[in-house]
């Protein structure tokens, strides 16, 4: 005769138990279901966000502080632009389309004062508000 593990014996002897005393079970009613789920979804939500924040970082590659700097550029069409990088002591204008990345012309190092980076059209953009404003303000 075979012997039965434990386990097994005490599964097949539960619906026995269960027949001879009576088992209350508590039944969640919506309010706890909804709050089971509404809880989960926040553990999730979070644990998707702990993640993205490691990954940026503690991800290699990802530095903000590195060699390369963008000084400037200037859009020229849909998908052209000219991108000035500054590189250690130089400067590198490359051209950068859809397809590929090219280097222009290097230059040595300069210092822009922030008056020049958009000094003509910030100026005159000054000039043309101020005198619409007073015309406006005299009539």
């Known amino acids: 005769m075979k012997i039965l593990p434990p386990f097994l014996l005490s599964l097949l002897s539960y619906p026995a138990l269960a027949s001879e005393k009576s088992v209350t079970m508590l039944v969640p009613g919506p309010s706890l279901s909804l709050l089971q789920v509404s809880l989960s979804l926040v553990i ?29 550029g200037v859009q020229l069409g849909n998908r052209e632009r000219v991108v000035v990088l500054e590189i250690g002591e130089q400067w590198v204008m490359v051209g950068v389309t859809a397809s590929q990345i090219s280097a222009l012309t290097t230059l040595p190092r300069q210092e822009i004062s922030p008056t020049e980076t958009g000094g003509a059209f910030s100026s005159h953009l000054k000039d043309r508000l101020s005198r619409w404003k007073n015309d406006h303000d005299a009539s």
């Open 44 to 72: 999730v939500l979070l644990a998707i966000f702990m993640v993205a924040w490691l990954a940026r970082r503690y991800m290699p590659g990802t530095a903000t502080a590195g060699v390369v700097r963008i000084v400037g």
